[in-house]
């Protein structure tokens, strides 16, 4: 129902002379925003039906996305920590601790006692 509805939204923009949104938050009609839902058509080409690409090809004269135009695909688990570790590795090499100076250890206050 909702493909449909937006469909009809921009047809109606097509008749009334206006271009077509490729974006999102571009135009917004009814409640729609009509170029998220283009872009989620022509990125989305492969998952539509035959008679869906037909009458987007045809009627509001869209296709599928270039490969250009595609986002890329979000990182995985395991890209994310090839990039940590890729970063610790690339790190200075860790120092000593620093002593405090006029600090002493207490052996009356260890929980074990002298």
């Avoid at 939204?9 to 925003?33: A, F, N, S």
């Avoid at 004269?61 to 395991?78: I, N, V």
């Avoid at 860790?94 to 074990?112: D, H, I, V, Y």
């Amino acid at each position: 129902m909702v493909w449909q509805r937006s469909y009809r939204l921009c047809r109606k923009l097509i008749e009334d002379g206006q271009p077509l949104p490729m974006t999102p938050g571009e135009t917004t009609v009814q409640g729609e925003d009509l170029g998220a839902w283009v872009q989620a058509q022509r990125h989305g080409w492969e998952q539509l039906l035959p008679a869906q690409a037909w009458v987007l090809e045809n009627m509001l004269h869209l296709g599928p996305a270039d490969a250009s135009e595609r986002p890329q695909a979000p990182r995985t688990q395991a890209d994310k920590w090839a990039i940590n570790l890729r970063a610790a590795g690339s790190s200075t090499p860790a120092r000593e601790p620093c002593s405090r100076q006029g600090s002493t250890w207490n052996s009356s206050l260890s929980p074990t006692g002298p």
